[in-house]
């Protein structure tokens, strides 16, 4: 194999790797660091870190734990570039974040997944009630102005979206954990 070969097959193992590793390296950052944007830049940062370093990683052990152990010298990191002298957590507290979020990355994952197939099953009304909510991040009061609904039944209607949403997701996992 040719070395750009070599080097292609290596991005598409990093991006992969990445991309089941990214939500419990963002869950730890989000974790541990307060602002939106600092947590948001330091996982930027985390993920080029890793990419530059890829050839160090050791395959026989989970790619997830070798990017908490880097993520964790990034929030150091960063309070020490921002001259906080204390940090949220302690380094042990932050070690024990990182090895649960390790421990329950798979957990995670397949409740994404369970997410994702639950939301394509909502009827449109509902999906956009949840869109006008978490990704517009409008309060109730501003969705019901937008839908011409009632702020009352805007709040009703959220809370039986996510409900049957739970539901939905839990079935889900049961039946792949019978399957």
């Known amino acids: 194999m040719d070395r750009e070969s070599r080097e292609t ?11 089941q590793a990214e939500p419990s390296v ?5 974790a541990s660091i307060a602002g939106f944007h600092d947590a948001e830049d330091v996982v930027q940062q985390i993920a080029q870190e890793l990419a ?4 160090q990683y050791d395959p026989d052990r989970p790619f997830v734990a070798w990017a908490l ?3 964790k010298s990034r929030v150091i990191d960063f309070y020490r570039r921002n001259k906080r002298d204390h940090l949220v957590f302690s380094d042990e507290l932050l070690k024990q974040l990182g090895e649960a979020i390790a421990a329950s ?4 994952h397949e409740r994404r997944e369970a997410l994702e197939q639950c939301l394509e099953h909502l009827p449109e009304r509902s999906r956009q009630l949840l869109d006008l909510r978490y990704v ?17 039944s805007v709040r009703v209607l959220l809370t039986r979206v996510r409900g049957a949403l739970a539901e939905c997701i839990q079935r889900r996992i049961a039946a792949e954990a019978e399957g």
Do not use: K, N
Not at 26 to 30: I, K, L, N, R
Not at 52 to 55: G, I, M, P, T, V
Not at 105 to 108: A, D, F, L, N, P
């Open 105 to 108: 990355s798979g957990q995670r």
């Open 136 to 152: 517009e991040e409008m309060p109730a009061s501003e969705i019901a102005s937008t839908t011409d609904s009632t702020t009352g």
């Open 52 to 55: 530059r370093r890829f050839e």
């Open 69 to 71: 152990w880097i993520a």
């Open 9 to 19: 097959e290596s991005r598409q193992l990093f991006t992969h790797l990445w991309l």
């Open 26 to 30: 963002s869950a730890y950052v989000f």
